[in-house]
């Protein structure tokens, strides 16, 4: 949603927040850049997220989370979508899911991070 109207949406799914740190890889060319992003939303066919770099479209990025009650890394390939500028806090990117290593834990590490933010946010009020 670029200019906040709902017409600039181009996403195909709904997508809900939830706030957590995930390592990434990129390989563009023989450069290869990794760290740490922080998942803004995430949704069945992609995730939003805000990295330090900016990424090009079309770039492949692997994302690795690792599952609480499992403690086995799940990796996800996307393919970026869009990357903007967002000033201090880094670059804003959009990425369309490909591949899931594990889908299974996939699911299991967005269930439990889910269920943990909502219990967080319920303990605030």
């Known amino acids: 949603m670029k200019n906040g109207s709902i017409l600039d949406e181009r996403r195909r799914a709904q997508r809900v927040t939830v706030p957590m740190e995930v390592a990434y890889v990129t390989a563009g060319g023989k450069r290869v850049s990794s760290g740490k992003a922080k998942c803004v939303d995430v949704g069945g066919l992609g995730f939003g997220l805000t990295l330090r770099r900016a990424v090009k479209p079309k770039q492949d990025i692997r ?63």
Not at 80 to 101: F, H, M, P, Q, T
């Open 63 to 125: 994302l690795k989370l690792k599952t609480p009650s499992s403690k086995k890394t799940t990796e996800i390939t996307c393919r970026v979508i869009w990357c903007e500028d967002a000033s201090a806090s880094g670059y804003r990117v959009g990425l369309a899911i490909k591949k899931v290593s594990d889908p299974a834990a996939f699911i299991d590490y967005m269930c439990n991070h889910m269920i943990t933010d909502s219990q967080t946010k319920s303990h605030k009020t």
